[in-house]
């Protein structure tokens, strides 16, 4: 064989096992679960209300608890993660009855998330 034919022969190869290597080194794992824990916000509104919400995810279950007499408890699931770091959250709540899509935006500091515009700060693992 010629040197020409070799060479294609192993760019051949290597791009064939890059093409079926390739999703082992992708990590779309939506098991690892950086929500678990108690992140609260808090702000005044434009009213000079004092406000806060607190969510506590543990399990596959959340809670959501606000200032208000406002409180949601169900079961949680991230369902998709996207390349800016953002994650899809299915919530499911009173009793199976009510479903929501929220978005969760991490950043680059694991203990600031914001869900819904609010920015939330986790207060425990």
Same mark, same amino acid.
């Given at each position: /064989?010629?040197?020409?034919?070799?060479? +294609?022969l192993i760019l051949a190869v290597l791009l064939v096992g890059?093409? !079926?290597?390739?999703?082992?080194? *992708?990590?779309? @794992?939506?098991?690892?679960?950086? !929500?678990?824990?108690?992140?609260?916000?808090?702000?005044?509104?434009?009213?000079?209300?004092?406000?806060? /919400? &607190?969510?506590?995810? *543990?399990? +596959?279950?959340?809670?959501?608890?606000? @200032?208000? $007499?406002?409180?949601?408890?169900?079961?949680?699931?991230? +369902?998709?993660?996207?390349?800016?770091? $953002?994650?899809?959250? %299915?919530?499911?709540?009173? @009793?199976? $009855? %009510? &479903?929501?899509? /929220?978005?969760?935006?991490?950043? @680059?500091?694991?203990? /600031?998330? +914001?869900?819904?515009?609010?920015? !939330?700060?986790?207060? $425990?693992?």
């Open positions: /064989m010629k040197l020409h034919h070799w060479l +294609t890059g093409f !079926l290597l390739w999703p082992r080194f *992708q990590n779309n @794992d939506v098991s690892v679960d950086e !929500l678990t824990g108690t992140w609260r916000a808090e702000g005044v509104n434009e009213d000079e209300y004092p406000w806060w /919400m &607190e969510y506590e995810f *543990q399990d +596959t279950r959340y809670t959501l608890t606000t @200032d208000s $007499s406002y409180k949601e408890e169900g079961t949680y699931a991230i +369902t998709e993660r996207f390349l800016d770091g $953002s994650l899809l959250v %299915k919530k499911i709540y009173k @009793d199976g $009855s %009510k &479903e929501y899509n /929220m978005t969760v935006v991490t950043t @680059d500091d694991p203990n /600031m998330i +914001t869900i819904d515009g609010a920015v !939330l700060n986790r207060v $425990s693992e």
